[in-house]
């Protein structure tokens, strides 16, 4: 069984482990952990170190323990421990769950589905926001949930993919300017492994004749990396995406409509399964 391919169906058919299993939680546990000893920006950067070298040590041993495991087994197992690094199904869900929401009506139940999905405040926003909030997460997450770790792991197996999510982890968890010096290490990190995912998911979704655009889009954003994705997914549907007092992609554009969140959902599968083809023939081949 092909590792990649295995996994990306076990996600499809199964979606996440349960939370008391799942290595991303362990991995939170962790950073909560490190997090009294991470003060300042070189007691930082040495507590995300600690955690980093757990980690993927962890899943060196895992790989080294693979190796020596029979042919037929290997690759179901490998599809097993990667599975939990990375999340297609789970992302695709909740932002249909806004959609649906939004479709009844039913504003309240939106912004709480969109929580799940954001750190902005939602109480506020609107239908049209509610909606561009989602279509933006979905963007951005389709870098961070798939194609990241995905590439990661074609770069250096699963020890990669894994450090790749406990750098993200810690992003979400210690991330400067939020907690100031003492997370600068962990945002530095997560936007140094993000910035080819990023333009590469960027490249992919947009329409080739946009791509003299994209660029031009994506630096209305204040993120070095999140601005890509989402330009991408704006110039694609053609569609108005903005955050509140802080920028608007395509401010020429109309608001995004439950059409386009239709059509959003399927480019993100559509682009999710490309990396995953193109990793699974690279693996195989390595």
């Given at each position: 069984?092909?590792?990649?391919?295995?996994?990306?169906?076990?996600?499809?058919?199964?979606?996440?482990?349960?939370?008391?299993?799942?290595?991303?939680?362990?991995?939170?546990?962790?950073?909560?952990?490190?997090?009294?000893?991470?003060?300042?920006?070189?007691?930082?950067?040495?507590?995300?170190?600690?955690?980093?070298?757990?980690?993927?040590?962890?899943?060196?041993?895992?790989?080294?323990?693979?190796?020596?495991?029979?042919?037929?087994?290997?690759?179901?197992?490998?599809?097993?421990?990667?599975?939990?690094?990375?999340?297609?199904?789970?992302?695709?869900?909740?932002?249909?769950?806004?959609?649906?929401?939004?479709?009844?009506?039913?504003?309240?139940?939106?912004?709480?589905?969109?929580?799940?999905?954001?750190?902005?405040?939602?109480?506020?926003?609107?239908?049209?926001?509610?909606?561009?909030?989602?279509?933006?997460?979905?963007?951005?997450?389709?870098?961070?949930?798939?194609?990241?770790?995905?590439?990661?792991?074609?770069?250096?197996?699963?020890?990669?993919?894994?450090?790749?999510?406990?750098?993200?982890?810690?992003?979400?968890?210690?991330?400067?300017?939020?907690?100031?010096?003492?997370?600068?290490?962990?945002?530095r990190t997560d936007d140094a492994l993000n910035l080819l995912p990023a333009r590469l998911t960027g490249l992919?979704?947009?329409?080739?004749?946009?791509?003299?655009?994209?660029?031009?889009?994506?630096?209305?954003?204040?993120?070095?990396?999140?601005?890509?994705?989402?330009?991408?997914?704006?110039?694609?549907?053609?569609?108005?995406?903005?955050?509140?007092?802080?920028?608007?992609?395509?401010?020429?554009?109309?608001?995004?409509?439950?059409?386009?969140?239709?059509?959003?959902?399927?480019?993100?599968?559509?682009?999710?399964?490309?990396?995953a083809l193109v990793v699974a023939v690279a693996a195989e081949g390595g």
């Open positions: 069984m092909n590792p990649v391919l295995g996994a990306l169906a076990l996600d499809l058919a199964v979606g996440e482990p349960p939370a008391r299993l799942h290595p991303v939680v362990g991995m939170g546990r962790l950073l909560a952990a490190l997090w009294p000893w991470a003060q300042g920006r070189i007691r930082g950067a040495l507590a995300w170190t600690v955690g980093a070298g757990l980690v993927t040590g962890a899943y060196a041993a895992s790989a080294r323990a693979l190796r020596r495991a029979p042919a037929a087994a290997r690759g179901a197992a490998e599809a097993v421990l990667l599975k939990p690094l990375f999340s297609l199904r789970m992302l695709l869900e909740r932002v249909a769950a806004v959609e649906a929401a939004l479709e009844r009506g039913d504003l309240r139940v939106a912004r709480i589905a969109l929580r799940h999905l954001v750190s902005r405040r939602v109480d506020d926003l609107s239908v049209a926001e509610v909606r561009e909030a989602a279509l933006e997460s979905l963007a951005e997450n389709l870098v961070d949930s798939v194609v990241a770790p995905l590439l990661a792991y074609a770069v250096g197996g699963l020890p990669a993919a894994a450090l790749y999510r406990y750098a993200n982890t810690a992003d979400a968890m210690w991330g400067y300017p939020l907690y100031g010096d003492r997370g600068w290490w962990a945002a992919l979704l947009a329409p080739p004749r946009a791509w003299r655009r994209l660029r031009r889009e994506a630096r209305r954003t204040p993120s070095p990396n999140g601005g890509w994705p989402m330009a991408a997914l704006a110039l694609r549907l053609h569609v108005r995406l903005r955050k509140r007092g802080v920028y608007t992609l395509l401010p020429e554009a109309p608001s995004p409509t439950p059409m386009h969140t239709r059509r959003a959902l399927r480019w993100a599968a559509v682009v999710a399964g490309a990396i």
